[in-house]
């Protein structure tokens, strides 16, 4: 990916975006338009900012490895489709 696309976003989610390109193949995140790359800053830092009213996060050592558990409790916000 051209360099200079990720210099057109000079917000705080510029992280977000280089951490997102690493996952995708440079071919591939050359294609984003910047109103593209706009919405998907604007999806995910919805979801990162997000408060849940019980926000419980551990880790657990198990063996030689580490699991986590998280328990996030909070209201319904998505509409309900029947």
Do not use: W
Not at 22 to 38: E, G, K, S
Not at 70 to 75: A, N
Request: aromatic share 12%; hydrophobic share 40%; with cysteine.
């Amino acid at each position: 990916m051209p360099r200079n696309r990720l210099t057109k976003h000079s917000s705080k989610n510029d992280t977000f975006l280089q951490q997102f390109f690493v996952c995708i193949p440079p071919q591939v995140a050359a294609t984003f338009t910047d109103a593209q790359l706009t919405e998907l800053q604007k999806v995910f830092s919805e979801r990162v900012n997000k408060r849940h009213a019980v926000d419980i996060r551990l880790s657990i050592p198990f063996i030689k490895k580490r699991f986590y558990l998280v328990f996030l409790f909070g209201k319904e916000k998505k509409l309900r489709q029947n």
